[in-house]
């Protein structure tokens, strides 16, 4: 099996649709996607993700299933130094660093500021449905890693939102949802690639081949959008720093 998980591209979050320039990233990639050959379209049912995946579903002449667990990753947690809630990911690197239960993969979830975000509720929710998902297809979670009771080498589509992104990655990777929060960006319209590997008969792992990949964006002649980034140097006010 062959998973795709699209970023939605480039949003206008006040009316929770896309901005011109995210317009024409998402037909350049509606270009890349709609030709290949799709088992199943899934896609969050938030405006961003709904109007990316249009234009790709348009010119392949398909439709997706909404699955509101693909929507954004919804929890808001009180970071160190602020006073009210904000999404688990954009900490300050010192503040989430300090804390060495972030880096493991049994234990990110138990510090005081996430219990009370409830956020394990969130996440076991969330790749619970994303299990149920691929069981769907012929995989089944056992453990770390996943039975392939029907193997195949279909493709799956999944249109959703950088956080839940994480979220998926860390499920079907075995890490911490903190290290990619922080540590990747993916910026709008990009597509990450995982395929499974059966190297012992009906025992798959998805292995992640690309991340965050913008080459449909170069091919039309677009830089990415820097709206996942944050400033590269400090001095630079024109971009973000919070």
């Not at 009210?84 to 804390?99: F, I, K, Q």
Request: charged share 25%; glycine share 6%.
């Amino acid at each position: 099996m062959r998973l795709l998980i699209v970023r939605h591209a480039d949003p206008d979050y006040s009316i929770d649709s896309l901005t011109p320039a995210g317009w024409e990233e998402a037909k350049l990639l509606a270009d890349r996607l709609a030709p290949v050959l799709v088992a199943a379209y899934y896609v969050s049912p938030l405006g961003r993700a709904k109007d990316t995946a249009s234009l790709t579903l348009k010119q392949a002449c398909r439709t997706a299933e909404t699955c509101s667990w693909l929507r954004e990753f919804a929890p808001q947690a009180v970071h160190p130094g602020k006073d009210s809630g904000h999404c688990v990911w954009d900490w300050l690197p010192d503040a989430w660093m300090a804390e060495p239960k972030y880096f493991d993969k049994d234990h990110w979830h138990e510090t005081e500021v996430f219990r009370n975000a409830h956020v394990k509720e969130e996440y076991d929710w969330v790749t619970g449905e994303l299990d149920r998902l691929l069981r769907r297809h012929g995989y089944v979670r056992n453990g770390l890693f996943y039975r392939a009771v029907a193997p195949n080498e279909d493709t799956i589509v999944l249109f959703c939102h950088f956080g839940v992104e994480c979220v998926l990655l860390s499920h079907l990777l075995n890490i911490s949802p903190m290290q990619l929060w922080h540590g990747t960006c993916a910026a709008p319209s990009s597509v990450t690639v995982l395929y499974t590997e059966e190297r012992r008969s009906g025992v798959a792992f998805f292995r992640m081949s690309s991340f965050g990949d913008v080459s449909h964006l170069y091919a039309g002649g677009r830089e990415p959008s820097f709206a996942a980034r944050f400033c590269e140097v400090y001095t630079r006010f024109d971009q973000r720093h919070d």
